[in-house]
């Protein structure tokens, strides 16, 4: 099958900002009430039980301490923050440009879509951080998981061995889990397009573990796209390629921008980064009178902790203004699907600088710190022995140990599915839930390690 173009020109906000609910289509009211649609998918999403597991779920740092550090639920509340800080300035420059156009009110959703979209950005994630998710797929790339290699389709197979977080996320909220309704999260169309940051499939990901959904949520992830005017830059029949949703460069901008300044601020609080070195990094972000100022206020503030705290709201001001730029002077090319790379490629020379310093020191002296790579260790074992017990178990169910174990295995998830994918697939909706301390809880008592017994 050839390649095709589903659409061609350039994506409009008229569409792209769609309030209709995902399974809930036939029900959808465009009724006013004090809460937007948009509003209601942020709510949603707090009450929701794999928004509270984050909170269990590593971020870099090992969790608990006697030192509090960020896991994945205060990052995601984060990132949410500085999401819509970045959106509503956006949704002001464009309300300015857009002023005639009949639809221009549509345009103050954006902040609101952002915010949901930004508290959703981590819900696939497996626990241990991205070692979890690395994990997962040389479980089946290089581990006990490979034997299935053959029975499966290519594109399932890919699916697996280069599992993904954000192509998880997308089918956390979209399917029907066993017991659950129609639609998953029922989340407006427009929240599920912005967290995809790789809206592709796994096929077409060139080799990295990075795509934005599974073989099963193809259709789905279409189904979205089609209805909000997203541009199909490639259809074959192994796979589909869409320009992204607008709104996903400010949800990944939130995102990096968060991670990587508040990385440096925990390893700070850890001892693994001296104030001496961590100060002038995030002073550099600033012009000399800037700096001046900043380092009048700092003589005033003792506190270590406080000082870099100071910095670090600084420097979130100043690149969330600088996103906000390079998005406003980019939105043609985005909208034609036509700008590659992320905001933050773009930023002023002195910011961009600033900015790939603390990357290059988070590499050099925070992802390596002992403290890391002992928990991704651990974590590599855990989930790996989690995985190989359950597969075994789901693809030989009449045993007696596969009995006992997956009686322990909630509903939810389809054990029984008619297809070998199927079946796999529900473990790693399974393993993948879980907390990093659920995980480790299930580890132990699989291996006889809490155990009680009464005398």
Not at 198 to 218: C, D, M, V
Not at 244 to 263: G, N, S, T, W
Request: proline letters at 4%; glycine letters at 6%.
């Amino acid at each position: 099958m050839t390649s095709t173009l589903r659409n061609s020109g350039k994506m409009e906000w008229n569409r792209l900002i769609l309030d209709v609910r995902f399974g809930l289509e036939d029900y959808h009211d465009p009724r006013r009430s004090s809460r937007t649609e948009f509003q209601r998918d942020f709510d949603r999403l707090v009450f929701s039980s794999p928004f509270r597991r984050l909170q269990n779920k590593t971020q870099v740092f090992p969790l608990p301490g006697s030192i509090f550090v960020h896991n994945r639920l205060t990052h995601s509340l984060e990132v949410s923050s500085v999401g819509r800080s970045i959106a509503n300035e956006v949704a002001i420059r464009l309300r300015v440009k857009y002023a005639a156009e009949p639809w221009v009110s549509r345009l103050d959703a954006i902040g609101e879509i952002v915010g949901a979209a930004c508290l959703a950005h981590d819900l696939g994630n497996p626990p241990f951080g991205h070692s979890g998710e690395k994990a997962i797929a040389t479980f089946f790339s290089e581990g006990a998981g490979k034997r299935f290699g053959e029975s499966l389709t290519a594109e399932q197979w890919m699916d697996l061995t280069r599992f993904e977080g954000n192509a998880n996320a997308f089918r956390l909220l979209t399917h029907q889990f066993k017991g659950r309704r129609k639609g998953g999260f029922a989340m407006t169309y427009s929240t599920l397009a912005a967290i995809a940051k790789y809206p592709f499939s796994s096929t077409l990901s060139g080799g990295k573990q990075k795509f934005g959904f599974f073989t099963q949520e193809r259709e789905d992830f279409c189904k979205v796209a089609d209805a909000l005017g997203m541009l199909c830059l490639e259809e074959k029949p192994e796979g589909v390629r869409y320009a992204r949703h607008p709104l996903v460069y400010l949800v990944e901008a939130a995102d990096d921008i968060c991670y990587e300044v508040m990385d440096l601020e925990d390893a700070h609080k850890l001892g693994i980064l001296r104030g001496d070195v961590v100060e002038p990094l995030l002073l550099s972000f600033f012009d000399s009178d800037r700096r001046a100022h900043n380092q009048e206020v700092l003589s005033h503030i003792d506190d270590p902790n406080e000082r870099i705290a100071y910095l670090r709201s600084c420097v979130i001001g100043t690149l969330v203004n600088c996103c906000v730029d390079v998005f406003v002077d980019n939105e043609e090319a985005i909208l034609r699907g036509e700008f590659n790379g992320q905001l933050l490629d773009f930023i002023p020379m002195l910011e961009r600088t600033a900015y790939k310093r603390c990357v290059e020191l988070s590499w050099s002296s925070i992802y390596s710190a002992p403290d890391v790579v002992e928990i991704e260790l651990a974590g590599n074992r855990i989930i790996t022995f989690l995985m190989e017990k359950l597969t075994d178990a789901v693809v030989n169910p009449d045993f007696n140990y596969s009995r006992l174990l997956l009686s322990q295995i909630p509903r939810q998830y389809q054990i029984d599915s008619p297809s070998l994918y199927g079946k796999i697939q529900a473990i790693v909706d399974y393993v993948s839930g879980m907390t990093d301390v659920y995980a480790l809880d299930l580890y132990r008592k699989l291996n006889g390690m809490s155990l009680k017994i009464n005398n």
